[in-house]
C-alpha cells in the first residue's frame, strides 16, 4: 500500500494559502509576540514584502475573542495569522462567515473544532507540532509557497531555525523532522551550519566561567552555580582559558581546545555521579547563523532565540522583528538592553525568592510573588529557583504571580530526577487549574496555569494530592 508522504502535502496547502494571499490587495499579518512568533512574522513579512504584497504587521499576546474583533475593526481583506489561529479558528470562523476578512493561518498548536480553506497545520497531517515543525517553520513553508522567478526563500531558513529552537523543538539535543528539511535547506542556502557541540548555551557571548556556572540543563556538582568551582575546573585543564587577562568564551576556541574541555567536563560529571542520559545531554546540535558576527548572540541559533524572547516579554515584538528583518543599528541596541533588564529583573526574582523562602506542602513548595516578579517571567525565576540552594530539590516548585486583578499566573518547574520518578507537572497543571475553573498544560518537567485568584489554595490542595500520586 502506497502512503503519501506527509510533507507534500503540507506543501499543497502552504501554495493553497500562497495563492489567496496574492490575489489580496493588502494583507494583515497578526502574529504572536514570543521568539517563535516573532521569527514566524518576520518570515512571512519578508516572504510578503518580496512577492510584492503590501502588509501591515501586528502581535498579540494572547489571541482570544476580543483581539480577533480588533483585528476584525481594522477592516483587511485577508489577515494572516502566524504561530496561532489553529487554537482560535471558532472565533476566527465567526468573523469568516459574517465576511469580516479571510483567514490565512500558518500555525502548530492544536487546532479547535471547525476549519478554514488557508489552513496550514503540520498537525493536520500527521507532524507534530510540539517537536517537528514550530510556527516559524510553517511560516517557512508558507513563504517558500510565496517564492517568485527572481530568487527563493531558502535564506528565511535561519530565521525558522530560531523559531524551532525558541520553541525549545530541539530539547532532545537537535532538530527533528520537517525541522531537519529546514536545517538542511538553510546549510544549502549557506546561512546555516549545523555541527555536534557542547550544548551550553552562550557559546557566542558568555565568558567561560559564565557559560558553566550558569548552566541549568545539566546540573554538576560543584561547577553549575558554583563560580569558584567553575574557574578552578578551567583553570585545572590544559588550556588557555584566558587571553590578555580576559576569559575567552567558547567562540573563541579552536576544535582541540574544545575538544578537551568538553571531555573533561564530560568525565568530570560522570566523576560526580551525573545520570549517563544527563551527561549525553551536555553535548547536542548547534546552530549558528554564519552570516552573522562571530561573538555576537546574533550567531547563536538560542541566544538570538532568547534575545527575541526578552523583546516580547516586554511586548517590544516590534524591536524583535526589527532585528529579524536586518535592523544592527537601534533595534539591535534597544533588544540587548532588554535583554540586560531582564536578567537583571531575573535575578531580583531569584533574589527576593531567596528572602521570602519558600513553603512547604507535602509534595510541592510553593511562592506567591504576588506583582514583585512580573508574570512573564516567574516561570524563569521557578527554574532558576529549582537550580539553586533556595529550595528542596525532592519537590517541585510552584509560583504564582499576579496576571490581573481576578486571575493568577501559574509556574512549575521540576528536575528530570523527579520526572524520572513519575512527575508530570503538565498534569498537575492542567488537572488541578480545570479543578478550580481555570486552565492549565505545558511539559512534564515544566508547565504553567491560569487560575481564578481567590482559588488560589484549593488549587495547591489539588495540585499537592496529584504530585503526591505521581510520585508515590
Ligand atoms: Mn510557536
Known amino acids: 500500500m502506497a502512503v503519501a508522504a506527509p510533507v507534500p502535502d503540507l506543501a499543497d496547502r502552504a501554495t493553497d494559502c500562497a495563492d489567496r494571499l496574492r490575489e489580496a490587495g493588502r494583507v494583515l499579518l497578526a502574529s504572536h509576540i514570543d521568539a517563535d512568533g516573532i521569527t514566524s512574522a518576520a518570515i512571512a513579512s519578508t516572504a510578503l514584502a518580496r512577492a510584492g504584497i503590501d502588509h501591515e504587521v501586528v502581535f498579540e499576546k494572547q489571541l482570544d475573542a476580543d483581539s480577533i474583533a480588533g483585528i476584525a475593526a481594522r477592516e483587511f481583506d485577508v489577515v494572516c495569522f502566524t504561530d496561532f489561529g489553529s487554537g482560535q479558528l471558532d472565533a476566527i470562523a465567526d468573523h469568516e462567515e459574517r465576511g469580516d476578512f479571510v483567514p490565512v493561518i500558518a500555525d502548530h498548536h492544536q487546532p479547535a473544532d471547525r476549519d478554514t480553506r488557508y489552513h496550514l497545520n503540520p498537525l493536520?497531517?500527521?507532524?507534530?507540532?510540539?517537536?517537528?515543525?514550530?510556527?516559524?517553520?510553517?511560516s517557512y513553508l508558507l513563504a517558500r509557497a510565496l517564492e517568485g522567478p527572481d530568487g527563493d526563500n531558502r535564506d528565511l531558513a535561519a530565521l525558522a531555525v530560531v523559531g524551532a529552537v525558541g520553541d525549545m523543538q530541539d530539547s532532545d539535543g537537535g532538530l527533528v523532522g520537517a525541522n531537519e528539511s529546514i536545517v538542511a535547506d538553510g546549510v544549502d542556502a549557506g546561512v546555516l551550519e549545523a555541527r555536534t557541540d557542547l550544548d551550553l548555551y552562550g557559546r557566542q557571548t558568555r565568558p567561560l566561567p559564565k557559560l558553566l556556572e550558569y548552566a541549568s540543563d545539566v546540573t554538576i556538582p560543584g561547577i553549575s552555580n558554583d563560580e569558584v568551582g567553575a574557574i578552578s575546573?578551567?583553570?585545572?585543564?590544559?588550556?588557555?582559558?584566558?587571553?590578555?587577562?580576559?576569559?575567552?568564551?567558547?567562540v573563541d576556541l579552536d576544535a582541540e581546545e574544545r575538544r578537551t574541555l568538553a571531555s573533561a567536563l564530560m568525565r568530570r560529571a560522570?566523576?560526580?555521579?551525573?545520570?549517563?542520559?544527563?551527561?549525553?545531554?551536555l553535548?547536542?546540535?548547534?546552530?549558528?547563523?554564519?552570516?552573522?558576527?562571530?561573538?555576537?548572540e546574533l550567531r547563536d541559533v538560542s541566544e538570538f532565540s532568547t534575545l527575541l524572547n526578552a523583546t516580547a516579554r516586554y511586548e517590544r515584538g516590534d524591536v524583535g522583528l526589527a532585528v529579524c528583518l536586518g535592523d544592527r543599528g537601534d533595534a539591535l541596541a534597544e533588544a540587548r538592553r532588554l535583554l540586560r533588564t531582564?536578567?537583571?529583573?531575573?535575578?531580583?526574582?531569584?533574589?527576593?525568592?531567596?528572602?521570602?523562602?519558600?513553603?512547604?506542602?507535602?509534595h510541592l513548595q510553593w511562592f506567591d510573588a504576588g506583582s514583585r516578579i512580573r508574570e512573564t517571567i516567574v516561570g524563569i525565576v521557578a527554574g532558576m529557583a529549582v537550580g539553586s540552594p533556595a529550595v528542596d530539590r525532592s519537590k517541585p516548585v510552584i509560583a504564582f504571580a499576579e496576571e490581573s486583578a481576578e486571575e493568577l499566573k501559574v509556574s512549575s518547574r521540576g528536575s528530570h530526577g523527579l520526572v524520572r520518578r513519575g512527575l508530570d507537572l503538565s498534569a498537575v497543571m492542567r488537572e488541578a487549574s480545570r479543578a478550580v475553573g481555570g486552565d492549565g498544560g505545558g511539559h512534564d518537567v515544566a508547565a504553567g496555569a491560569t487560575i481564578p485568584t481567590e482559588e488560589r489554595d484549593a488549587f495547591l490542595a489539588e495540585a499537592d494530592r496529584i504530585v503526591g500520586e505521581q510520585l508515590s
Open 124 to 138: 493536520l497531517e500527521g507532524i507534530d507540532g510540539a517537536s517537528e515543525l514550530s510556527g516559524a517553520g510553517a
Open 233 to 250: 575546573f578551567l583553570t585545572d585543564l590544559d588550556v588557555d582559558v584566558k587571553r590578555d587577562g580576559e576569559w575567552r568564551r567558547w
Open 270 to 281: 560522570v566523576a560526580s555521579g551525573v545520570p549517563s542520559d544527563r551527561v549525553e545531554a
Open 283 to 296: 553535548v547536542g546540535t548547534s546552530y549558528t547563523l554564519v552570516d552573522e558576527e562571530p561573538g555576537t
Open 342 to 362: 531582564h536578567r537583571q529583573n531575573l535575578s531580583e526574582g531569584l533574589q527576593w525568592v531567596k528572602t521570602e523562602g519558600v513553603t512547604h506542602e507535602e
